[in-house]
Each structure stands twice: as structure tokens, then as C-alpha cells.
């Protein structure tokens, strides 16, 4: 696949997707909670949280996976996105280092396909403009990093999500300067944008939609 069409966003039911590895945004347990950690558990079944038991938790910015239960993925892998206090506790690179190690992890197991949802912009109140803005940068790099690794789909549950991500893959794409620019840059040769439709192959499942944590 060519390095443009290498990340994708679309709008849709991240529990539905056909892909290697589905990323929670969980809680530090990873015993399940709401939103789309919850979703993923009630649609994988009782073998994801089997195994998180196993994983003693997990740290903010960090990843780990376990099965994928009944979804229709060979992994689960859970990050522990940063809850927001004003960007004055470092979120932005906790942020940053989910989608880092997510990637990474997914590298290491061999997956060539990832779907993320939007981490962090439901009840952890990051912002979505910087969390979009940080999530295209950080894969954009990942990318380079990980050539095994040929499509990364952000999967979002709403219009406004799919809106706000596609203007900042647009950004990306036009090179834009300053604090951004750097990351979104390089990601101006990975972005491709599809403003409607499944990401995968399967549709995605009305009524079915959650709020990302």
C-alpha cells in the first residue's frame, strides 16, 4: 500500500471492524468500564477480560494486548489514555505515547492492520482539535518506523469526531507551521481521508454507537 493511503479515518462501530489488532481506550484495571472499553468487552466476550486480569493493569501512555474474544480481530491491545487537567500534567505526550506503543505493541505481534478509536476525548475531556492533531502526527511516525504495519484506521463513533479528524488529516496534508508541524508534515505522506463508509469490511451496526473514553 502506497505511504499516502496509509491512514484512513472513517466514521463507525469500532467493535465491527475487520482488522489485526482493535485498540481499547481503557482504564488503568483493564477490567472493563464504559464507553468504548465497554463496548469492546461486552462484544469480545469474557476471554478479553480473562486475560487482563492476568496483566496487572496498565500505566497511562502505555499498551498492552490480550485476545480479541468473539470480535473479528486477532487482538485486543489496551492503552491507558491521560485524563485532562489543562495540558499542565504532560497529556499531550501521554496522549502521544499511547498511539506510540499501541503501534509498536501491534508491530511486535505481527499485526498489519490497527483501528483506534478517538482516546481520551469522551469523559477524559482532551480536547479533540489537539488529541486529533496529536493521533495523526504520532502514526504518521509510528509509520515510518514500523513498515510491517500497512493501514491504521481511526474509527470514530460520531459526525463531529470524523469531521474534526478529517480537518486535521487535511491540515497534515497541506504542511501546516508551527507547533504541529513537524509530525504533520511527514503525516501529509501517510493521509488518505474517507469522509464516508466503513473502514473495513464490515458495516458498521446502527444503534451500536459509544461515547470513547
Given at each position: 500500500?502506497a ?7 472513517t ?18 484495571s ?8 465497554g ?5 469480545g ?10 496483566l ?10 490480550t ?7 486477532e ?7 491521560p ?19 499501541s ?48 493501514a491504521v ?13 478529517g480537518?486535521?488529516?487535511e491540515e ?17 505522506d ?15 451496526a ?8
Amino acid at each position: 500500500m502506497a505511504r499516502h493511503e496509509r491512514i484512513l479515518v472513517t466514521r463507525g462501530d469500532i467493535t465491527e471492524q475487520t482488522v489485526g489488532a482493535i485498540v481499547n481506550a481503557a482504564n488503568s484495571s483493564l477490567l472493563g468500564g464504559g464507553g468504548v472499553d465497554g463496548a469492546i468487552h461486552r462484544a469480545g466476550g469474557p476471554a478479553i477480560l480473562e486475560e487482563c486480569r492476568l496483566l496487572g493493569g496498565c500505566e497511562t501512555g502505555d499498551a498492552k494486548a490480550t485476545t480479541a474474544g468473539n470480535l473479528d480481530s486477532e487482538y485486543v491491545i489496551h492503552t491507558v489514555g491521560p485524563v485532562w487537567v489543562g495540558g499542565r500534567a504532560g497529556e499531550e505526550e501521554q496522549l502521544a505515547s499511547c498511539y506510540r506503543r499501541s503501534l509498536e505493541v501491534a508491530a511486535e505481534l505481527g499485526v498489519r492492520t490497527v483501528a483506534f478509536p478517538a482516546i481520551s476525548t469522551g469523559a477524559y475531556a482532551f480536547p479533540v482539535d489537539r488529541a486529533a492533531r496529536i493521533a495523526v502526527g504520532t502514526t504518521a511516525d509510528e509509520l515510518e518506523r514500523h513498515p510491517s504495519i500497512e493501514a491504521v484506521t481511526f474509527v470514530l463513533f460520531s459526525e463531529e469526531l470524523e469531521r474534526t479528524f478529517g480537518r486535521a488529516l487535511e491540515e497534515a496534508q497541506r504542511g501546516p507551521a508551527g507547533s504541529a508541524g513537524a509530525s504533520a508534515q511527514k503525516a501529509a505522506d501517510h493521509v488518505r481521508h474517507l469522509p464516508d463508509g466503513p473502514a473495513r469490511r464490515r458495516p458498521h451496526a446502527d444503534g451500536k454507537e459509544e461515547v470513547p473514553r
